[in-house]
C-alpha cells in the first residue's frame, strides 16, 4: 500500500499529538515585574531566557510574561538602557507559574540617596522613616583638608551631634543628648560596658568612604545606641585599573608660636584585576604643639598635641559570580602623646589651664591600638529571590588614660576591650499584588564583649566583664502605592554578663576603704521593636513619623568600680530602653533643598552623670530629652551655594518620679549629656578656574542651667555655664593638573580666643582650657 506524504504527515500528528500535549503542558510560565530601587515601574525592558530563544519585554506597567518554558533551572537577563545588567537564576517547574520580581539598579544613581545604615540593606533615604546625615567621601574630604579630626569633622556636619571636645577623647559629644554607638563597616567600636569616649577617633578619615548617621534610638545593631549610632563605612578599590594610587604630603601647625609644626603622610594602593581587587593604604600624622589664639601650650592633659598617629587599612574582595562576594577588610589605628609638657592649672572662669615644660610622668596617652577585621560574604541570589549577607568580624582595643587622683595614691587607668561576633542577615522580597510590595529583612547577631579597665601598675578598677549577646531580629517593610512606605521590626536581646570577684581601690593605706565585692551573672532579655511612615509621593514635601526603641546595658564598669556592696545582686544594674517618637519631612524645590525633624526621647532609668565628694556617679532617674533640627542648602548657580544647619537639644530628670518632669524636685541634665544649641553655616565656591574655596562658620550656643555650690561657689561636673562661641575655617582646593591636587586649609580662621564647651561645663580648673587658635593644613595629593 503506498501512501501520500500528505496522508503520512496526517497519521505521524495523530500518533503523536498524546506526546506533543503532554510535551506542552509539562512546560512552565513565567511573570512579574520590573521596578527600580524606589519601586517605580521599569517600562519596556527586555527579558530574556539564556540558552532558550525565549525573549520579551515588559508592558507600561513594568509587567511581563513567558511562557512555554521547558523544566530546568535558567539564568534569566533582564536589561534596560541606563540600568544595570540584572542576571537571575530561576528553577522553572512543570506546569507550573513562578511569579518574581526583579529590582534594576541605576547606573547614574546618586549613592548620596542610599543608606545601609538604618536597616542594614540598602535603601532609598526618600522612603526611610527616620532621621539620617549623611557625609559623602566629598564631604569628608573638604572637612578634612581643615583638619583630619574626625570629631571636628562630624561635629560640623552632624545636627543634634555635641561638638568638638579638641582632646583624644569625646567625652561630652552626645547624638541627642543619649550615647551614641560607632561602628566601622558595622564593626562596634564603643565600649558600652564600661564607656571610654574614644570611638568616634577610632580610624583615619583618608579610608573613609562615606559615614551614615542614624539619629534617635536605634535597636539595630544592638547594645549602646541610645541616641543613634554612627557607621565609617571604608572605601572600596576603584574599578578600571590594575593598579592605581593616591600620594599626599602635608603640613600642619599654627601661624604663631614655636614647636608647633607637623606632618602628614598618605599612601593608597588600589587596583581590579579579574575577580580579584584590593585597596592598601597607610597613613602616619605627627602633629606639632597645639597652641591656643593667645600663643599659650593648650594642656597636654588628654591633648592632641604632640602625637603620632598611624593608620593601616587593607580590603580585598573576590567576585566569583555578579550575584556572590567575598570581602576582608582589616585596620589598625593608634594615636599616642609624646609630650614634653605638663599641665599648669588654670583658675576657672578666669585663666586657661595651660602646658608648661617638664616631664610627664607614668606612661605616654592615648590608643595604643585598634584592630578590626571583617570578613563577609554576600549573595545576591542565595536561594529564590533572597539576598545573605553573612560576616564574622574582630575588634580589639586598648587605651591609656591621664593620672587621676580620686584613689589612693591616683594612677593611669586602661580600658581593653575585645569583640567578636557573626552576623546573618537576610532580606526576601514579596511581592503581593502591583500595588504592594513588601521586603522582609531578618537574621540574628551573635557577640561576645570582654571589657575591663585597670592601672597600669597593676590595679583592678573594674574587673574582667563578660557579655555574650544572642539577637534574633525582624524587619518588614511595605511600599503600598509606590509613594507610602511603611516600616516596622522587633529585636529580641538576650543577653548574659559574667563578673569576676573583685576589690575595689583603696581610698587609704593599708587597703583602708576597699570593699570584696562578690562576682555573678547579670541576665537581661528584652524584646524592642520600631514602626515609621514615609510619604515620598512629591519631592516637595517628604513627611515621617517614627516610634523606635534601644536596648543598652548601662554602663556596669561604672556601677562596679563605686561599688559600695559587697554582691553584685545589690548593685542598681538596670538595664537602659529609650523610647524615641519623632517627626520630620524633607523638600526640595528646585535649588533649594530642606529637612526639619522634632523628637521626644524618653527612659524610665537614665544614667544622668553626678559628682558626689569627687566620685562620679549615674543618677538612675527617669528621664525626658526633647529637641528639633533643621537644615537647608540653596544653590544660587552652579557655583555657588549656600547651606547650614541648626540643631536644638534639652533634657530633664524626674526626681519625684511622677512623670511630670515639671516639679521643684526635678533637675535638668547636666551638659556632659545634654550639648548646647549649634549652628552651622557653609559658603561654597566654585567660579574660578580649578580652584574651590569652602568658608564655614560654626555657633556653639549658651546653656546656664545650674548653680554652684552655695558653700564652696564651685560647680559640680557637668554644670559649668557655657558661653557662647563662633568659629570661622577656610578649606581651598587647587586642582593643578588632573593628577595633582593642592589644598589649604585653615582652623579658627580669625584666631579667635575660645573655650570649648567641654571646658566650661566641667567646671573645674585643670579641664579649662582653651582651644586651638589659628592652624594651617597645607597639602599636595597626586593620583595616578
Known amino acids: 500500500m503506498k501512501f501520500k506524504p500528505l496522508t503520512l504527515f496526517?497519521?505521524?500528528?495523530?500518533?503523536l499529538l498524546p506526546f506533543i500535549t503532554k510535551a506542552q503542558s509539562g512546560q512552565g510560565i513565567l511573570i512579574g515585574n520590573i521596578t527600580d530601587s524606589l519601586y517605580q515601574k521599569i517600562s519596556y525592558a527586555t527579558i530574556q531566557i539564556k540558552k532558550l530563544n525565549i525573549k520579551n519585554s515588559s508592558d507600561k506597567t513594568g509587567r511581563f510574561q513567558l511562557k512555554g518554558i521547558p523544566e530546568g533551572t535558567y539564568t534569566v537577563r533582564i536589561s534596560m538602557t541606563g540600568f544595570q545588567t540584572n542576571e537571575t537564576q530561576v528553577r522553572i517547574r512543570a506546569n507550573d507559574t513562578l511569579k518574581v520580581t526583579y529590582i534594576l539598579e541605576d547606573k547614574n544613581s546618586d549613592l548620596?540617596?542610599?543608606?545601609?545604615?538604618?536597616?542594614?540593606?540598602?535603601?532609598?533615604?526618600?522612603?526611610?522613616?527616620?532621621?539620617?546625615?549623611?557625609?559623602?567621601?566629598?564631604?569628608?574630604n573638604t572637612q578634612s583638608v581643615i583638619s583630619p579630626n574626625l570629631a571636628n569633622i562630624l561635629a560640623y556636619s552632624v545636627p543634634g551631634l555635641g561638638a568638638s571636645t579638641n582632646q583624644t577623647g569625646n567625652s561630652g559629644q552626645t547624638l541627642r543628648g543619649r550615647g551614641v554607638l560607632v561602628l566601622i563597616d558595622g564593626v562596634p567600636q564603643s565600649t558600652p560596658l564600661r564607656a571610654g569616649g574614644r570611638d568616634i577617633r577610632s580610624i583615619d578619615p583618608s579610608v573613609i568612604e562615606r559615614v551614615e548617621v542614624i539619629k534617635g534610638a536605634t535597636a539595630i545593631y544592638g547594645n549602646g545606641a541610645e541616641g543613634g549610632l554612627i557607621n565609617y563605612i571604608t572605601k572600596k578599590p576603584a574599578s578600571g585599573k590594575v593598579l592605581g594610587g593616591y600620594s599626599q604630603i602635608g603640613l600642619t601647625g599654627n601661624t604663631k608660636g614655636d614647636s608647633t609644626?607637623?606632618?602628614?603622610?598618605?599612601?593608597?594602593?588600589?587596583?581590579?584585576?579579574?575577580?580579584?581587587?584590593?585597596?592598601?593604604?597607610?597613613?602616619?600624622?605627627?602633629?606639632?604643639?597645639?597652641?591656643?589664639?593667645k600663643n599659650q601650650v593648650v594642656s597636654p592633659d588628654y591633648g592632641l598635641g604632640e602625637t603620632k598617629t598611624y593608620n593601616g587599612f587593607v580590603k580585598v574582595g573576590y567576585d566569583f559570580s555578579p550575584k556572590q562576594r567575598l570581602e576582608l577588610m582589616y585596620n589598625y589605628f593608634s594615636s599616642r602623646q609624646h609630650s614634653d609638657y605638663i599641665l599648669k592649672n588654670g583658675i576657672y572662669g578666669q585663666e586657661p589651664a595651660i602646658g608648661v615644660h617638664g616631664t610627664r610622668k607614668g606612661e605616654d596617652e592615648g590608643t595604643r591600638y585598634n584592630h578590626n577585621a571583617n570578613l563577609q560574604y554576600s549573595n545576591k541570589q542565595v536561594f529564590g529571590q533572597t539576598d545573605l549577607q553573612a560576616n564574622v568580624y574582630l575588634q580589639d582595643f586598648y587605651t591609656i588614660y591621664s593620672n587621676v587622683a580620686s584613689f589612693y595614691e591616683g594612677g593611669q587607668s586602661a580600658i581593653k576591650s575585645?569583640?567578636?561576633?557573626?552576623?546573618?542577615?537576610?532580606?526576601?522580597?514579596?511581592?503581593?499584588?502591583?500595588?504592594?510590595?513588601?521586603?522582609?529583612?531578618?537574621?540574628?547577631?551573635?557577640?561576645?564583649?570582654?571589657?575591663?579597665?585597670s592601672l597600669t601598675d597593676g590595679r583592678v578598677w573594674v574587673p574582667d566583664m563578660n557579655m555574650v549577646n544572642i539577637a534574633p531580629y525582624l524587619q518588614t517593610t511595605a511600599n503600598i502605592f509606590?509613594?507610602?512606605?511603611?516600616?516596622?521590626?522587633?529585636?529580641?536581646?538576650?543577653?548574659?554578663?559574667k563578673v569576676d570577684d573583685f576589690n575595689t581601690l583603696a581610698t587609704g593605706a593599708n587597703n583602708a576603704g576597699s570593699i570584696a565585692v562578690k562576682g555573678g551573672t547579670l541576665n537581661y532579655n528584652a524584646l524592642v521593636f520600631n514602626v515609621g511612615a514615609r510619604y515620598s509621593a512629591s519631592r516637595l514635601f517628604n513627611p515621617f513619623i517614627s516610634y523606635a526603641q534601644s536596648f543598652s546595658v548601662f554602663e556596669l564598669g561604672r556601677v562596679l568600680r563605686a561599688a559600695q556592696s559587697n554582691t553584685l545582686s545589690q548593685l542598681q544594674t538596670k538595664p537602659i530602653i529609650v523610647n524615641n517618637y519623632e517627626a520630620g519631612f524633607s523638600s526640595s524645590l528646585g535649588p533649594v533643598n530642606m529637612s526639619a525633624a522634632y523628637y521626644i526621647s524618653t527612659s524610665k532609668l537614665g544614667a544622668n552623670l553626678l559628682e558626689v565628694n569627687g566620685v562620679y556617679i549615674s543618677q538612675r532617674i527617669p528621664e525626658r530629652v526633647w529637641g528639633y533640627e533643621f537644615q537647608a542648602d540653596y544653590a544660587f548657580t552652579e557655583k555657588l551655594s549656600v547651606?547650614?544647619?541648626?540643631?536644638?537639644?534639652?533634657?530633664?530628670?524626674?526626681?519625684?518620679?511622677?512623670?511630670?518632669?515639671?516639679?521643684?524636685?526635678?533637675?535638668y541634665l547636666n551638659t556632659t549629656r545634654i550639648p548646647p544649641s549649634k549652628s552651622t553655616l557653609y559658603l561654597k565656591y566654585a567660579g574660578i578656574k580649578n580652584l574651590s574655596i569652602?568658608?564655614?562658620?560654626?555657633?556653639?550656643?549658651?546653656?546656664?542651667?545650674?548653680?554652684?555650690?552655695?558653700?564652696?561657689?564651685?560647680?559640680?561636673?557637668?554644670?559649668?555655664?557655657?558661653?557662647?562661641y563662633n568659629l570661622f575655617n577656610l578649606a581651598t582646593v587647587y586642582q593643578a593638573?588632573?593628577?595633582l591636587k593642592l589644598s589649604l586649609g585653615l582652623e579658627n580662621l580669625f584666631n579667635k580666643a575660645y573655650y570649648p564647651s567641654i571646658s566650661q561645663f566641667y567646671g573645674n580648673n585643670s579641664v579649662y582650657t582653651r582651644g586651638n587658635g589659628r592652624r594651617f593644613n597645607l597639602a599636595a595629593g597626586y593620583s595616578f
Do not use: C
Open 694 to 724: 569652602d568658608v564655614n562658620w560654626i555657633r556653639v550656643g549658651n546653656r546656664d542651667r545650674f548653680k554652684p555650690n552655695a558653700t564652696t561657689g564651685k560647680y559640680l561636673i557637668g554644670e559649668g555655664p557655657v558661653k557662647a
Open 261 to 293: 609644626l607637623g606632618y602628614r603622610l598618605v599612601q593608597q594602593f588600589y587596583g581590579k584585576s579579574g575577580k580579584l581587587d584590593y585597596i592598601v593604604s597607610g597613613t602616619y600624622e605627627k602633629t606639632g604643639v597645639f597652641r591656643d589664639a
Open 482 to 497: 509606590k509613594d507610602l512606605t511603611i516600616k516596622g521590626g522587633l529585636r529580641v536581646e538576650n543577653i548574659n554578663i
Open 643 to 667: 547651606g547650614g544647619n541648626y540643631a536644638y537639644v534639652e533634657g530633664k530628670g524626674d526626681v519625684d518620679d511622677d512623670g511630670k518632669f515639671d516639679g521643684t524636685q526635678d533637675v
Open 737 to 739: 593638573s588632573k593628577a
Open 10 to 15: 496526517a497519521i505521524l500528528f495523530i500518533f
Open 418 to 453: 575585645a569583640k567578636k561576633g557573626t552576623r546573618v542577615n537576610l532580606n526576601t522580597p514579596l511581592p503581593v499584588s502591583e500595588n504592594l510590595l513588601m521586603q522582609l529583612n531578618y537574621g540574628v547577631d551573635l557577640m561576645n564583649d570582654k571589657t575591663s579597665q
Open 112 to 140: 548620596n540617596e542610599v543608606i545601609v545604615s538604618a536597616s542594614r540593606k540598602a535603601e532609598s533615604l526618600a522612603q526611610t522613616p527616620s532621621s539620617v546625615t549623611i557625609l559623602t567621601a566629598k564631604d569628608i
